[in-house]
């Protein structure tokens, strides 16, 4: 067969094509021709193109809800109107002021009521207004001074209340009610006294709120496109705002991470029917498994730690609530103990000068310490003593605080070259460095702790009680058995070698001969490692003096500097997390606070605001016809549901199917919302006020305008009996209108009101309205 093809063409020959040597030249032309056709081409695309755009313009169609529009601007209407007014302190803005304050300044706080994401964004008003953080905010109605950007900083809780309204209407529509339930919620919640309060107030609630509807909203849009358009954008954006909002909620008060269970109880139940859906392939439904976790678990925990990193970024300096923190932690902020001990010595040597602070912290951050005095021969209660020199818990830094880490086996107070770092499981002495005495404890009662042992520093009386003053060093926090000592990032316990007693902050009191200061003690049985029994060396320097006089000298000195050191984010979230749980306030009884029972009565208001010369002031007080009205709602609706479910039992079906999965919906959301944001509260052992059910009753708003159209659909079997019932409909929400109008110069706090009106508002005599007398 020949090679050049299976017709005989000679080889080096193409069929009816050009010779071998003028080949790919002819090609090339070719390609230049036919890519110079495609340019023209394209060229005169282009140029129709743009002759069509200017011969008709380019139209883009957007569906706009005017209702949504017209609700949105009444809501910023109610919510703006005359904002900056009164231009003084109204009751918490006296306590979330400061913080702004500090965001300003950047200094560094602790507030034990929850995350700092709200805090951020009344900052973040400050911020556009120009608020330089200078401002003494130390009492309820003083007036702000020309700096304060009052409007800014009301500004944010003012937006999310107004936005709130139009919400609510959507998420009616969303659960599949008619325009009309939709318009009564989103009505009710614009007309509600103790929510407008609450939003035209440098305060959380509003923000708060906003959020825990934003992610019930978004979950319900996210559910609606399930069936329609699966892992479309649309579909996703909703499943991500959903987690976004549930952060948001959290991180502003711990209170939204009831909504966020909320939203993740009804995203389970519907996962779990997802499972069980035949037409779905396992890949299919493993994805859709794999989405919600991603957005409703991952997004939550990493948008929460966000948070706190920038929180952490923006203060940086020390500030009024370090002692609070641990060493490590305070080192970590600029000024403050960094300028002290930042830059120390790392590893504690033989040698070494110390303070000891207690980890634990309570009743108060204080080190370890001794003074010249003794314990009393004989107590109050008849009990004796050794008389030796006491050891306490001091909550001041002082001079008596420094401690000398010793050798037993040498006599030598002072670090040797090379140094001789200290390791677990070391013996050491600990000497007072001011006296010179060694840290002992023996079989004495302590004070305070009978069952605990008396801690002193020895003095030898020259009688038959010898010295018992080794202590075994245990590093808590250690990586391996030969960690070494480290200044502020080692936790270790003091084990007394004689006794095996551990050196402990009992934290009772000692009386007027112990000068007040915190009971040390030597605890036997020690079972874990509590925090009382934990220490760690703050302040470190290699001490150089043997002479007690030098030394004395030497400790009155600042530390040196050496080396730098720095906490890990992760490290310093964990510890401000721990803090804010963990850390309480004593909890006094308060003028306005209530208990829960209380406020579904609305047997409970709080004077927030009274103007200096007129009678003129704000209340937050909610609108009785709406109160009433959503527990009555709350209450039929569980009678129903129960009633439909015993039926269902016996199949007897009285709605639709559909009818039936949004009524239960429905009542899943608000129902358990309601229930979620207001029965923890009977558990909670704090003050409580009467805007702490502002959440709760949100849900209640939504729920009771679906409860009326569901009467008037299912329960009204004529249309003589539905006409009658919108009439009553129209007659209870002008009734609430009224009421609101009437409550509103307590709600504004713009119109002075004579002793006559305010008696007149006084509709219960719990209720605290100010009236003056003269």
Aim: hydrophobic share 45%; with cysteine; charged share 15%.
């Amino acid at each position: 067969m020949p090679i050049g093809g299976s017709r005989g063409v000679p080889s080096g020959r193409v069929p009816n094509g050009p010779p071998p040597g003028r080949f790919r030249g002819v090609t090339r032309r070719g390609e230049r021709a036919a890519g110079l056709r495609e340019t023209l081409a394209s060229s005169k695309l282009l140029s129709y193109t743009m002759l069509g755009v200017l011969k008709r313009p380019i139209v883009v169609t957007a569906d706009i809800n005017l209702n949504v529009v017209a609700l949105t601007g009444v809501g910023l209407l109610s919510r703006l109107w005359q904002l900056s007014y009164p231009r003084a302190v109204v009751f918490d803005e006296v306590y979330y002021g400061q913080y702004i304050s500090f965001y300003m300044k950047r200094i560094f706080f602790l507030d034990d009521s929850g995350p700092p994401f709200g805090h951020m964004l009344l900052a973040l008003g400050g911020y556009l207004g120009g608020f330089d953080g200078n401002f003494l905010w130390n009492r309820i109605g003083a007036e702000y001074s020309s700096n304060v950007p009052v409007w800014s900083l009301r500004l944010l809780p003012a937006l999310a209340g107004a936005l709130s309204v139009p919400m609510a209407y959507q998420i009616v529509s969303e659960l599949h009610f008619s325009h009309s339930a939709a318009m009564g919620a989103a009505l009710l919640m614009l007309i509600e006294n103790a929510l407008i309060t609450q939003s035209r107030l440098m305060l959380l609630e509003s923000l708060l709120i906003f959020f825990n509807l934003l992610a019930v909203l978004s979950y319900l849009k996210f559910f609606n496109s399930q069936k329609h358009s699966p892992f479309s954008l649309h579909w996703w954006s909703w499943l991500m705002l959903t987690g976004v909002a549930c952060s948001c909620a959290v991180g502003i008060k711990y209170m939204g991470v009831f909504t966020y269970l909320l939203v993740l109880g009804v995203a389970a139940f519907h996962a779990w029917h997802l499972i069980g859906d035949q037409t779905l392939s396992n890949g299919r439904v493993f994805s859709h498994l794999l989405a919600r976790a991603v957005a409703l678990l991952g997004v939550p925990v990493i948008l929460y730690l966000l948070l706190f990193y920038v929180h952490l970024m923006l203060l940086y300096r020390s500030g009024p609530h370090d002692q609070i923190m641990s060493s490590a932690f305070q080192a970590s902020l600029e000024g403050g103990l960094a300028r002290i001990t930042q830059g120390q010595p790392l590893e504690v040597a033989f040698g070494s000068q110390v303070t000891l602070r207690s980890v634990f912290g309570k009743p108060l951050p204080c080190w370890l310490h001794s003074h010249q005095s003794t314990y009393p021969m004989i107590y109050d209660n008849g009990r004796g003593s050794s008389h030796q020199q006491q050891v306490t818990c001091y909550p001041f830094k002082d001079v008596n605080n420094w401690w000398i880490v010793k050798d037993p086996g040498r006599h030598q107070l002072v670090v040797n070259s090379p140094l001789r770092p200290v390791r677990h499981g070391d013996v050491v002495q600990l000497v007072h460095g001011m006296t010179a005495r060694l840290l002992n404890t023996h079989d004495v009662a302590a004070p305070l702790s009978p069952h605990a042992q008396e801690v002193s520093c020895y003095i030898d009386y020259n009688i038959s009680m010898p010295a018992q003053n080794l202590w075994r060093l245990d590093i808590v926090n250690r990586e391996s058995d030969r960690d070494v000592w480290k200044t502020i990032l080692s936790e270790v316990r003091f084990v007394h070698v004689n006794t095996s007693a551990v050196l402990k902050l009992s934290g009772a009191h000692l009386p007027d001969w112990g000068f007040r200061q915190l009971e040390i003690v030597g605890e036997k049985l020690s079972r874990g490692h509590h925090g009382s029994m934990v220490w760690n060396v703050e302040e470190h320097r290699y001490g150089k003096s043997q002479e007690q006089r030098e030394r004395e000298l030497e400790l009155h000195s600042p530390t040196e500097v050496d080396i730098s050191r720095n906490l890990s984010f992760m490290a310093r979230f964990s510890e401000l997390q721990w803090r804010m749980l963990t850390l309480r306030t004593e909890d006094s009884e308060h003028r306005y606070s209530s208990t829960p029972l209380q406020w579904v009565t609305l047997d409970t208001s709080i004077a927030y605001w009274l103007h200096p010369k007129t009678s003129a002031q704000i209340h937050l007080l909610g609108n009785v016809v709406i109160w009433a009205s959503a527990s009555l709602a709350t209450a039929a609706y569980t009678l129903l549901f129960f009633w439909y479910l015993l039926r269902r039992r016996r199949n007897v079906c009285d709605l639709p199917e559909d009818a039936w999965q949004h009524w239960a919906l429905a009542g899943a959301l608000c129902i358990g919302g309601w229930a979620l944001n207001y029965l923890p509260f009977f558990l909670m052992e704090k003050t409580l006020f009467l805007y702490h059910y502002l959440p709760a009753l949100t849900f209640q708003i939504l729920l009771l305008p679906m409860v009326l159209q569901h009467v008037s659909d299912y329960l009204c079997r004529s249309q003589l009996q539905r006409s009658l019932l919108s009439a009553l409909v129209i007659a209870w929400f002008s009734t609430a209108c009224h009421v609101s109008n009437m409550l509103r110069p307590l709600t504004y706090g713009d119109r002075p009101l004579s002793p006559s009106e305010l008696q007149a508002l006084r509709w219960k005599d719990s209720w605290d309205i100010l009236i003056r007398k003269h």
